[in-house]
Structures are given as structure tokens and as C-alpha cells.
């Protein structure tokens, strides 16, 4: 079963320093993986996504993911945190199941950004 | 309109009342979904519908939730006799082809059950 999971529930960060959350994912077939993002009293939106092209997939606002199927690891990556970066950011993998894809959530990471 | 949009955007519910949730997906999308969000958790799957077809409700966590989408566009997701547990926020979600392309959320639906 496609499954994901997210290592720390809470991340707290300096402005200006590297970004790091974790994930790891659990599939039987090459899985189709998203970060997303959730701002407060906002949708989610959608920073990246993983569809079998490039191991390395750029996002937006400066985020980025590595696939490493040996690891079974799809890390959201940041070179230097913005103070509006502060939110809760979910891995996602994509299910096939009775001929369309849905998406399983992780339970998040709430990152935190402080001067 | 340009987004999924969900209304009521927070609802009051007293014990035992029902609710209704509407969602209006991005005009032409053939995929929609409900999520349904607990306080501190990720989205859970509740239902999905291709058009007017509700091809999957494995999510729907009782017989007091239903979901439907008559024509194929607008979504209403009804709880009846509402309780407690019910409280969270309700997510709909559009795409133009299954979920491996880009799924839209709206801004969601928060239910407190008192």
C-alpha cells in the first residue's frame, strides 16, 4: 500500500538558513510525490511534484525535492528560509486505485521561521 | 471562477443538527474530491466523483455522511445527526484528470460540532 511519512512533525528554522523536512514514502510501483504547502486560512497549495522525469524537481518560491528510490526518501529542501515561509508543508503520494489517482497525505511538518 | 471555492466557510453545528457543504470546482474539471482535515493532522480521504459519478466513498467514515454531484460540477458533502468527531475542516479538491496532475484545493469548510 502507498503510504507516506513525514519524520518530524515541527521545524524551526533561523531566516536565512537552509530548510530541511523530511519524508519518506512507501509504494509497490514508481509513485508520483507532491509537497505541498498550507498557509494559515488558506488552500493547500501545491510547491512541487514528482512524476518519474528528473530526480531533482524545482518548485516554487525557492523549494526543491530530491527522489531517491534507494532511500525511499523525498526531502523538501530550501537554501535560505523566508520569514514567509512559515507554514505547514505536506509529502504526498499519488494511489492508483480503481482507475484514477487520489492522494495520501502525511500528517505534516509545521515549519517555523524566526529572525 | 478561478479557484475551488467552498462555502460556508465555517459552520456552527449543534449535536444532532445536519450540515451541508458545497464545493464549486474550476470550471470544466472532471475529477473532485472531498478531504476531510482534524486539527493537526494531514488531509483524509473521504470521496471521489468522475463527473457526476461518485466512483469511490471508501473514505466516508459513517452512513451519516453523504456526498453527491448531480451535474457533474457543483459537490454538496451532507452530514446528517452531526457529532462531535464530525468537528474538522472539510477540504475540496478539482483536477482536470485524476489526481496525478495538479490537484486544486479550496480554502475549505471548518465544522465545530458543540
Known amino acids: 500500500a502507498q503510504s507516506v511519512t513525514q519524520l518530524d512533525s515541527h521545524v524551526s528554522v533561523s531566516e536565512g538558513t537552509p530548510v530541511l523536512l523530511r519524508c519518506n514514502y512507501s509504494?509497490?510501483?514508481?509513485?508520483?510525490l507532491f509537497w505541498y504547502v498550507q498557509h494559515p486560512n488558506k488552500g493547500l497549495q501545491l510547491l512541487l511534484k514528482?512524476?518519474?522525469?528528473?530526480?531533482l524537481v524545482k518548485g516554487i518560491n525557492g523549494f526543491e525535492a530530491e527522489f531517491k528510490k534507494s532511500e525511499t526518501s523525498f526531502h523538501l529542501t530550501k537554501p535560505s528560509a523566508h520569514m514567509s515561509d512559515a507554514a505547514e508543508y505536506f509529502c504526498v503520494v499519488s494511489l492508483f486505485s480503481g482507475g484514477y489517482n487520489k492522494l495520501i497525505f502525511g500528517a505534516g511538518t509545521r515549519l517555523a521561521v524566526h529572525p | 471562477g478561478a479557484g475551488v471555492s467552498q462555502s460556508p466557510r465555517y459552520k456552527v453545528a449543534k449535536r444532532g443538527q445536519d450540515v451541508a457543504l458545497r464545493c464549486d470546482p474550476i470550471s470544466g474539471h472532471v475529477s473532485l474530491f472531498w478531504y476531510q482535515q482534524a486539527l493537526g493532522q494531514g488531509p483524509e480521504f473521504l470521496t471521489y466523483?468522475?463527473?457526476?459519478?461518485?466512483?469511490?466513498k471508501s473514505g466516508l467514515p459513517s452512513d451519516r455522511f453523504f456526498a453527491e454531484r448531480p451535474e457533474g460540477s457543483v459537490s454538496t458533502l451532507k452530514i446528517q445527526r452531526t457529532q462531535q468527531e464530525d468537528s474538522a475542516v472539510y477540504l475540496c479538491?478539482?483536477?482536470?484528470?485524476?489526481?496525478?496532475?495538479?490537484?486544486?484545493f479550496g480554502q475549505g469548510t471548518r465544522l465545530t460540532v458543540v
Open positions: 466523483f468522475q463527473n457526476e459519478a461518485q466512483l469511490d
Open positions: 509504494s509497490s510501483y514508481s509513485p508520483s
Open positions: 479538491a478539482s483536477s482536470s484528470q485524476g489526481a496525478a496532475t495538479e490537484a486544486f
Open positions: 514528482y512524476t518519474s522525469a528528473a530526480t
